[in-house]
């Protein structure tokens, strides 16, 4: 058994005023994310599945063009290839699982 602490990982700022971290496993990407408030996440899309756990924080979601505020629980699921971006309305903490891996992150 493998075991991280998020606090522990090496962080990258990947887009200005959001910071990440990564755990790779042989099939899947987890992100751990930090947003400053209003941070605008560009549109983009990917091969990856996508869920999308906000674990604190507001945040603003739109994927094929339906826009949804995400709050504290919520999750969202982005399927492969859809359109998506977003804007944390405040401070957010969030977890992304991608499957296949993302080897873009790594």
């Known amino acids: 058994m493998r075991v991280w602490n998020s606090d522990d990982m090496q962080r990258q ?5 959001a910071e990440v ?3 790779h496993t ?8 930090d947003f400053e408030a209003n941070v605008p ?4 899309s990917h091969r990856h599945e996508q869920v999308t756990n906000v674990v604190e924080g507001v945040f ?3 994927v094929d063009g339906d826009t949804r505020r995400l709050e504290a629980g919520s999750v969202a699921l982005i ?5 998506h971006s977003g804007r944390s309305v405040t401070e957010c903490r969030i977890i992304d699982v991608f499957f296949p891996v993302r080897e873009d992150y790594r």
């Open 26 to 33: 042989e099939n899947m990407t987890v992100a751990y994310w």
């Open 21 to 23: 971290g990564f755990v």
């Open 13 to 17: 700022e990947l887009i200005p005023g």
């Open 79 to 83: 399927p492969p290839n859809a359109v």
């Open 41 to 44: 996440l560009p549109e983009h």
């Open 60 to 62: 603003e979601l739109t």
